[in-house]
């Protein structure tokens, strides 16, 4: 359940602005803090963006008529 959660989380970010979300999968590949790196590149920590994912669960915005959760389509 974990692991779902958390992609559920991750295609989330990705959906919300896929430019901050590459840098900070960039950021965090060079070793970078994540907590420093997702305050410098979202400009607030990460629990207000999972606070923002929650929201958006409850009310049903981030979910499809089957009740899924859209994520970014994979980009190779």
Do not use: C, H
């Not at 958390?6 to 989330?12: A, E, K, P, Y």
């Not at 607030?44 to 409850?58: E, H, I, S, Y």
Request: aromatic residues 14%.
């Amino acid at each position: 359940m974990f692991y779902r959660q958390s992609m559920l989380l991750v295609g989330w970010l990705k959906a919300q602005d896929e430019a901050r979300f590459r840098q900070l999968v960039l950021a965090v590949q060079d070793n970078a803090d994540f907590q420093i790196a997702f305050w410098d590149i979202y400009g607030q920590g990460p629990a207000t963006q999972l606070a923002g994912f929650f929201d958006d669960v409850q009310s049903n915005t981030a979910f499809n008529d089957n009740g899924a959760i859209q994520a970014a389509p994979a980009k190779p």
